[in-house]
């Protein structure tokens, strides 16, 4: 078994000409950074500028989804003077097939949540008796009619612009 061999293999690593002064119970200095960075303080620069106001009320996407529902509903059905009596959704002039999502948004905001959605751009749903066809050009919708209004509280008045 050559001995000196595996001394050699597993003795600890060193170099017997190494010009470093610590053994096992002083340590060395760290080494020195390669390179020296120069440490500036500056101001961050900010990429963004300020956004300028346009002088106008901050709308919600909710809200201003609900108000063009509004401006397209209230011309389809007659004008706000017939809505004060209340109308059926299918007695509106459907003219072209974007009205589809348009029922089918307005039955979501009149229906779910009690109509809440929909009160508040001045408007009250109720289910009427029997179902209702629309078609425009060669496409179709069937729903169950309803009955569309001015909420009770804006009764009286014409639904806001």
């Not at 610590?22 to 020296?36: I, L, Q």
């Not at 106008?56 to 007659?78: I, K, N």
């Not at 299918?90 to 009149?110: C, V, W």
């Amino acid at each position: 078994v050559p001995y000196r061999f595996l001394r050699e293999l597993l003795a600890p690593a060193c170099m017997r000409a190494d010009p470093n002064y610590w053994d096992d119970h002083e340590r060395a200095d760290p080494p020195p950074p390669r390179r020296t960075t120069g440490i500036e303080r500056r101001q961050p620069s900010f990429p963004l500028r300020s956004k300028r106001r346009q002088g106008e009320t901050v709308v919600s996407l909710e809200q201003a989804r609900l108000e063009r529902l509004r401006d397209w509903l209230v011309p389809a059905l007659g004008g706000s003077d017939l809505l004060a009596l209340g109308r059926r959704l299918s007695q509106a002039a459907f003219i072209e097939p974007e009205d589809f999502p348009r029922i089918m948004d307005l039955t979501k905001a009149g229906m779910l949540g009690q109509g809440a959605k929909l009160r508040r751009i001045g408007l009250h749903m109720d289910p009427a008796d029997g179902t209702a066809q629309v078609a425009v050009e060669d496409q179709r919708l069937t729903f169950t009619d309803l009955t569309v209004r001015l909420s009770p509280r804006t009764r009286g008045k014409a639904p806001p612009p």
